[in-house]
């Protein structure tokens, strides 16, 4: 089996929906955002903060080369950001995980936790800059992906099920 790699903007439930897939069928899942925290022994926001986005991407590009060579039959979920890397498409099949901007903040929003859902994604903090992104993302997420769950209003349940029955069987 093919690896099957997450991509989604932050905060549309990719760790979540990860976890229930694990759950549920029992693969290895791993999370390139986890990686980078290891590789570095910190965490991104850390990472921003002290060497910039640019040194992050470099992380992110070597966490690809890693995956595409060493990494198979595993559910790999990304970082918002992930999608660039240039070789994603040789990771394994792209499953986009697609809500519009507002069914993502209205998620966070209603988290039972949702003051440590805003504050691990201080971009929210600027709302008008997180839509900006999304909308330009949101595009480049479609051209890559080879299947598309709409997460809008749905549980993780329900989009983990459809995964499983979509690219699983």
Do not use: C
């Not at 549920?24 to 986890?34: H, L, Q």
């Not at 595993?74 to 070789?87: D, E, I, M």
């Not at 499953?95 to 988290?111: A, D, Q």
Request: cysteine-free; glycine content about 8%.
């Amino acid at each position: 089996m093919k690896n099957i790699v997450l991509i989604g903007f932050m905060g549309v439930g990719k760790g979540s929906t990860a976890r229930e897939i694990v759950r549920r069928s029992g693969i290895v899942a791993i999370d390139t955002d986890d990686i980078v925290e290891s590789m570095e022994n910190r965490k991104i926001k850390e990472i921003f903060k002290k060497e910039g986005e640019e040194y992050f991407r470099a992380l992110e590009r070597r966490v690809g080369e890693w995956l595409e060579t060493s990494v198979r039959a595993t559910l790999v979920s990304t970082g918002g950001g992930f999608y660039k890397v240039p070789n994603i498409k040789k990771i394994g099949k792209i499953v986009l995980l697609h809500s519009s901007f507002e069914g993502i903040y209205k998620r966070l929003k209603e988290h039972p936790d949702a003051k440590r859902k805003f504050k691990k994604r201080p971009l929210f903090q600027e709302i008008e800059k997180a839509k900006a992104l999304y909308d330009i993302r949101v595009k480049e997420y479609k051209k890559i992906a080879d299947v598309i769950i709409d997460t809008e209003g749905r549980s993780v349940e329900e989009v983990a099920k459809e995964i499983i029955k979509k690219v699983m069987k």
